[in-house]
Structure formats: C-alpha cells, structure tokens
C-alpha cells in the first residue's frame, strides 16, 4: 500500500498533476503545554496590534453586531407576517432609505441652521442674561430672603455661552467631517451593514459556532442564555430607536407648527436626549422653551411647556411600557442609578450603554441564580454521621 501511493506521488510529479493526498484523518502535530500557552500569547497579542493598528475593525464589528440587535426586533415583528427571507431585505432597504434622506436632506438642512444658530447664540445668551438680572429684581424689590450674588448672572452667561458655542462649532465640524470623508464613512457604514445582514441571515451559524466552544454538558444553559441575550438588547435597542425616532419628528413638527424657530435641530437634540432615561425629556425641552420665548412669546413658550410634556407622557405611559418593559426588568430606582454611575464612570458613553449593561447583567444575573448551587459539606451528605434517621 505504501509503494503504491508512492508511486502515485511520483508520477503526480512527473506529470505536473495534482498531487496525490490520502484520505483519513489528518496526522496530529504534538506540542507541550508551554509551547501552546506560548503561542496563545503570541497571537492574542499580535490580534491587539492588529485591532490598535486599524481600530476600525473593532469599531464596525461592535456595530455590525448592535445595527444586527437593532434590526432584530422589526425582522422578528414582520417574520409573524410573512416569511423573514422577505422582512430582513425590507428592513434594510428601510434602513438604507433612511440614511440616504439623512446625507441627502437632513444633514445639509442641519448644518444651515446649527450655523445660523451659532451666530445668534450671543443673543440668546444676552436675553437669558436679563431674565436673570430681571428675576433678581423682583427679588430685590420683595421682602423675600433671597439674595443672588453680583456676579452670578454674567458667570452663568458666559460659562453658558462658551458651553453652547463649543457644542454648536464641534457638531458642525463632526457633520462636515461625515459629509467630507464620505468614502471611509461610506467603507465603515457597508461594513457594518454587511455584518448586521450576515448575523441576521446566518443566526444559526453564529449560535452554532457560540455553542461548539461551549462544553457539551452545558449547551442547553448556554443556548437559553443566547437567546435571553438576543432578546432582552433586541427588545431594548429597537424599541429604542423607535422611541428616539418617534420624540424628535413629534417635537420637531410640533414646534415647526408653532412657529418656534430651529424646529429642526431642537427636533435633533430632543432625539438624542431621549436616549437618557428619565433625564432626557427635561434635558431635550429646556432649550425649545427658551427659545420659543425669547423670539416668539411667552405664550408659545407656555405651548412649548404643553407639547413637551404631552410627548413625556406619551412616552413615559405608552411607548416605553408596551415597547421596552419586557427588555430590562429593573425598578426604574436601579435604572436611574444605573445611568448616574454609567455617567460617572465613562461620562457620555458610560450614559447611553449604562441600561444595555444593566440588561445584560438582569440576564446573566437569572441565569446564574437559577443554575449555581454550592456544594454540600462532607457532614451534610446523606449517610454521613449519625447514619440514616432511626437507624440502630
């Protein structure tokens, strides 16, 4: 049998052919325990090069993998409808549809008015300045024991316009930098749809790989546990976006059928607050009721007042409840401390990912709850001791 394939092998060799590969298992290549740690070592170093040299790669894997959560929850909604081969291309044609009206539309319209905005931004600052002055006034003129100090007004003025206008110049910078760099932002964005599409076509392959390194005792736990994780930041990140979606075109609308300038960008600004639970809508209306004050009336700010608390409520009672509730199962306490330490320990970032970690671990924190169990002591096993009950 070995000069036969030999012989092959050589006259694979003579006549240019293919060679010839027996067929079975492959030869195992032995190496110590040391030499494998070593090479472990070795390539999760060379990896961590690899990612710090292109950090793009991390960055469009993370939101392959968040756009994938994201796309899940209308995918998994349409799927009730009719077959998912046909929700997902739907969806991400809507997703598409979407960015190409935000490049095309959007962005430019919210360039125009953050630049107008950053040149009235001194007029803004100078009224808030007299209805401070004003307010200490009446103050001053009452028998009330409330005393503002001198230089508490122009201190208040002048940290908030150098606060607004660094936001205002460096949003602009960041929205011509997009439309700019277009061709890596556009490599970045197919990157990250091309994940997203292929997790959200080829779930079962992902799982199944999720589940090989998994040892075989502990697959059904680590299945369910996949699933609560799909779930629970599916639930949340869509319904999330559906709800930040949802805040910013009815205020924006709202504020435009009332004649309060800036509707668009205020519209932009509430959508971004509403990503903080419970400070976002107080956060998000504040700078429409200024505004429609100071260059409109006091009637429309009070109108202003009206319309915001109705989408509070709107969402707060309708939407978050029916649409979130079921992803984290916290006591809103816990959330809201959960946001205040996100905020203090990564500041913004720490703020929009502090309700997913805390998702995550409502999930993990289930899962050990139900499985882990500590072991017996050697005097509590039965037949340990005194021996069974009334023996002897």
Same mark, same amino acid.
């Given at each position: 049998?070995?000069?036969?394939?030999?012989?092959?092998?050589?006259?694979?060799?003579?006549?240019?052919?293919?060679? #010839?590969?027996?067929?079975?298992?492959?030869?195992?290549?032995?190496?110590?325990?040391?030499?494998?740690?070593?090479?472990?070592?070795?390539?999760?170093?060379?990896?961590?090069?690899?990612? #710090?040299?292109?950090?793009?790669?991390?960055?469009?894997?993370?939101?392959?993998?968040?756009?994938?959560?994201?796309?899940?929850?209308?995918?998994?909604?349409?799927?009730?409808?009719?077959?998912?081969?046909?929700?997902?291309?739907?969806?991400?044609?809507?997703?598409?549809?979407? %960015?190409?009206?935000?490049?095309?539309?959007?962005?430019?319209?919210?360039?125009?008015?953050?630049?107008?905005?950053?040149?009235?931004?001194?007029?803004?600052?100078?009224?808030?300045?007299?209805?401070?002055?004003?307010?200490?006034?009446?103050?001053?003129?009452?028998?009330?024991?409330?005393?503002?100090?001198?230089?508490?007004?122009? *201190?208040?003025?002048?940290?908030?316009?150098?606060?607004?206008?660094?936001?205002?110049?460096?949003?602009?910078?960041?929205?011509?930098?997009?439309?700019?760099?277009?061709?890596?932002?556009?490599?970045?964005?197919?990157?990250?749809?091309?994940?997203?599409? #292929?997790?959200?076509?080829?779930?079962?392959?992902?799982?199944?790989?999720?589940?090989?390194?998994?040892?075989?005792?502990?697959?059904?736990?680590?299945?369910?546990? +996949?699933?609560? @994780?799909?779930?629970?930041?599916?639930?949340?990140?869509?319904?999330?976006?559906?709800?930040? %979606?949802?805040?910013?075109?009815?205020?924006?609308?709202?504020?435009?059928?009332?004649?309060?300038?800036?509707?668009?960008?205020?519209?932009? +600004?509430?959508?971004?607050?509403?990503?903080?639970?419970?400070?976002?809508? @107080?956060?998000?209306?504040?700078?429409?009721?200024?505004?429609?004050?100071?260059?409109?009336?006091?009637?429309?700010?009070?109108?202003?007042?009206?319309?915001?608390?109705?989408?509070?409520?709107?969402? /707060? *009672?309708?939407?978050?409840?029916?649409?979130?509730?079921?992803?984290?199962?916290?006591?809103?306490?816990?959330?809201?401390?959960?946001?205040?330490?996100?905020?203090?320990?990564? /500041?913004?970032?720490?703020?929009?990912?502090?309700?997913?970690?805390?998702?995550? %671990?409502?999930?993990?924190?289930?899962?050990?709850?139900?499985? %882990?169990?500590?072991?017996?002591?050697?005097?509590?096993?039965?037949?340990?001791?005194?021996?069974?009950?009334?023996?002897?």
């Amino acid at each position: 049998m070995k000069e036969k394939d030999s012989k092959r092998r050589r006259g694979a060799r003579v006549s240019g052919r293919r060679p #010839y590969v027996p067929k079975g298992d492959p030869t195992p290549i032995y190496v110590s325990r040391r030499a494998a740690l070593v090479f472990g070592i070795v390539g999760a170093v060379l990896l961590a090069l690899l990612l #710090y040299a292109a950090p793009i790669i991390p960055t469009v894997a993370f939101g392959g993998v968040t756009l994938a959560l994201i796309l899940s929850y209308p995918v998994g909604a349409m799927s009730r409808i009719i077959p998912r081969g046909l929700a997902i291309p739907i969806t991400v044609l809507a997703l598409l549809g979407a %960015v190409v009206l935000a490049f095309v539309v959007l962005i430019p319209l919210l360039i125009r008015q953050l630049s107008n905005f950053d040149l009235i931004t001194p007029e803004i600052i100078n009224s808030a300045n007299d209805l401070i002055m004003g307010v200490s006034g009446f103050f001053e003129n009452t028998d009330l024991p409330v005393v503002i100090p001198d230089n508490f007004a122009s *201190n208040l003025v002048n940290d908030l316009l150098e606060r607004t206008q660094e936001l205002v110049e460096r949003t602009i910078r960041g929205l011509f930098g997009i439309v700019s760099s277009a061709f890596s932002v556009g490599i970045a964005l197919f990157g990250i749809l091309f994940v997203a599409v #292929y997790l959200l076509v080829d779930v079962r392959k992902a799982k199944a790989a999720y589940l090989k390194i998994v040892p075989a005792r502990y697959r059904r736990d680590a299945s369910g546990l +996949w699933d609560s @994780f799909g779930l629970s930041l599916s639930r949340y990140l869509g319904g999330l976006l559906f709800i930040v %979606v949802i805040q910013g075109v009815l205020s924006g609308f709202a504020l435009y059928l009332l004649g309060v300038p800036y509707f668009l960008i205020l519209g932009a +600004w509430v959508s971004l607050t509403a990503i903080i639970p419970y400070l976002g809508a @107080f956060l998000g209306g504040i700078p429409a009721v200024v505004i429609a004050l100071i260059f409109t009336s006091p009637t429309t700010a009070v109108l202003t007042v009206i319309v915001y608390i109705a989408i509070q409520q709107l969402e /707060g *009672n309708l939407l978050t409840p029916r649409i979130q509730g079921r992803a984290v199962q916290v006591h809103p306490i816990i959330v809201l401390f959960a946001v205040i330490g996100g905020g203090q320990l990564a /500041g913004l970032v720490g703020i929009l990912f502090a309700v997913p970690a805390l998702a995550v %671990v409502k999930v993990s924190i289930d899962f050990l709850r139900a499985r %882990v169990r500590t072991k017996p002591e050697e005097s509590e096993k039965p037949g340990v001791g005194g021996g069974e009950p009334g023996a002897g």
